[in-house]
């Protein structure tokens, strides 16, 4: 079966959350507390955690969920996109297709349509976690798609075999992935016109 | 991997159908429409084995928790509300398809054991039919586009569940949490952390190939489990007497019960499994994939609906509570607490 997701278990790593306890510190811990077969959530900062945890006279989890992914999220995107915000705030981006705004998007972490993804694509893309492998997509894809997702997806994929083979210095048969990378590259390029 | 190490597996693929908005901003006819075409693809010829369609309107409460306590239907579609919502489950149960949840269409797996494989093998034939009719929203640098955007990819979320009691009793289970995260898996409780029973499932970025991901939790969850058993011999090193104290307590417990809640009842089987894996406690062997089986046969809803027939229309009432405690003492009515100097750790 599956476990139910505890509150908090937001995918949005736009929003902010500071300690439930202290309301200072940024919380980047979920604390479930059972005590006498109560279920308490409670999002903490980790000094905060520490010690309502050893206070607790039950069982005590301290659950990493995405609180700590948020915080992490917003520390990295606050270095590296700062401008994302302000930019934000001077017209107010929504989906023609769907009416999603881009505020709710950030509030809730949902999208309404496929379009969304184009749409919002400069947002979405702040919430990949840096250094992440793989960026792109690598796994299954439609078997009823258009020719060019199944030329683009086999990219993907000996691009990061290309990668990896460089890495470990087997320039040889990289030398044949670059090859028939550069085939692929012509066909999708035909294909697209 | 070691046997036992996956006490339960759990497996779902989210897809969406193009053309056609996400269920929560999409209009009621149109989800409608969606919920018919996709019960018109499942009524077709082209399954190995028959899906049974479900009127949800027509369900009760417990026929409802009984699927959800089988792992038929996530607790998040259970509690979700909207228009043309539908619900199937594939021939004896060895998978299921929420339509209209989160996303247009998920399919669903759940098996007793480290099964994630043979659930990812079972839900991609079930996801390549139901492709024949519908189109899904793709995109070749996103992969499969879901209304939860950090979730777009392979649209697969894989479920390891776990029982971590010493883990947890020690208060260790935090740091294998924080690591978990930082490897892109993220840990849950599933019946609110009663026993040490948790779920890790993949939640960070989803672009890897669905196989890479498997592997990456089935291995995770070895050395999560190896951890738990080296802190279970550690409580038997360091402090026996306690140790003994608790698994005996538990026994003793399970042995005289006459009314017991579904969490005490899996606090005690846990309790009991450690002792019998540590050897304190006489009888065959509990493996953590028996342990949880008996924790599963022991949800209200499945007492009413296999012990009592289904009678009962609610899931709160002292009868539930007996029949477990009924029958919790017949199996372990021949189990004791092995004498100290026979203990084999």
Redo the contacts between chains.
């Keep these: 079966?599956?476990?139910?997701?505890?509150p908090g278990?937001s995918?949005d790593?736009g929003s902010s959350v500071t300690c439930e306890r202290c309301g200072e510190e940024p919380a980047s811990?979920h604390l479930?507390r059972?005590v006498d077969?109560a279920?308490a959530h409670t999002h903490l900062c980790p000094g905060c955690?520490e010690g309502m945890?050893e206070e607790t006279e039950g069982?005590?989890?301290?659950?990493?969920?995405?609180s700590?992914?948020r915080h992490l999220a917003r520390a990295s995107s606050a270095e590296e996109t700062p401008t994302a915000e302000p930019a934000a705030e001077h017209m107010e981006d929504f989906c023609e297709?769907?009416?999603?705004t881009l505020s709710d998007?950030k509030e809730s972490?949902?999208?309404?349509?496929?379009d969304?993804?184009e749409r919002?694509a400069d947002y979405?893309d702040t919430?990949?976690?840096p250094g992440?492998e793989?960026?792109?997509?690598?796994?299954?894809?439609?078997?009823?798609?258009p020719e060019?997702?199944n030329l683009?997806?086999e990219m993907?994929r000996l691009q990061r075999m290309l990668r990896e083979l460089v890495a470990c210095e087997r320039f040889e048969e990289a030398a044949g992935v670059r090859d028939r990378l550069t085939e692929l590259g012509q066909r999708l390029e035909q294909e697209t016109g | 991997m070691k046997p036992g190490a996956v006490t339960a597996s759990a497996l779902g693929l989210s897809r969406n159908e193009s053309g056609r908005r996400f269920p929560h901003v999409e209009d009621g006819a149109v989800l409608e429409d969606l919920r018919a075409e996709v019960l018109d693809v499942l009524a077709g010829g082209q399954w190995d084995e028959r899906w049974h369609v479900y009127d949800l309107e027509a369900l009760s409460e417990v026929e409802v928790d009984h699927l959800v306590e089988r792992g038929l239907m996530t607790p998040a579609f259970l509690d979700g509300e909207g228009e043309g919502r539908g619900f199937a489950v594939y021939g004896e149960g060895q998978a299921s398809l929420e339509i209209n949840g989160s996303d247009h269409v998920r399919v669903l797996g759940f098996r007793n054991g480290d099964q994630l494989e043979s659930l990812w093998s079972l839900l991609n034939l079930l996801d390549d039919r139901l492709e024949t009719v519908l189109s899904y929203a793709f995109d070749a640098r996103w992969g499969y586009l879901l209304a939860r955007a950090r979730q777009a990819g392979s649209g697969m979320r894989a479920y390891a569940t776990l029982l971590l009691p010493a883990l947890m009793l020690t208060g260790r289970l935090a740091g294998v949490a924080v690591e978990l995260v930082n490897q892109g898996l993220g840990m849950s409780p599933l019946w609110n952390g009663a026993g040490g029973v948790v779920q890790v499932s993949n939640i960070g970025p989803q672009g890897k190939p669905e196989a890479e991901t498997l592997k990456q939790v089935s291995e995770v969850c070895a050395g999560i489990v190896e951890k738990e058993r080296s802190v279970r011999k550690m409580l038997v090193r360091e402090s026996l007497l306690q140790t003994r104290d608790q698994v005996g307590r538990a026994l003793g417990v399970a042995q005289q019960a006459w009314s017991m809640s579904f969490l005490e009842a899996v606090n005690l089987i846990s309790a009991i499994q450690a002792g019998r894996e540590l050897g304190l406690v006489e009888g065959s062997g509990l493996s953590s994939e028996s342990a949880f089986s008996l924790m599963t046969r022991l949800q209200p809803a499945h007492i009413v609906v296999d012990y009592m027939d289904g009678k009962i229309g609610c899931l709160e009432s002292p009868e539930i509570d007996e029949k477990r405690a009924r029958m919790m003492r017949e199996i372990f009515a021949d189990s004791g607490l092995r004498p100290q100097e026979k203990r084999d750790v």
């Design positions: 079966m599956f476990a139910e997701e505890p278990w995918f790593l811990v479930l059972v077969g279920v955690a945890a069982l005590a989890l301290v659950l990493a969920v995405p700590v992914l297709t769907c009416g999603t998007l972490g949902l999208v309404g349509c496929a969304c993804y919002f979405l919430l990949r976690v992440a793989p960026v792109e997509h690598l796994g299954k894809i439609p078997h009823r798609g060019t997702d683009r997806h993907l």
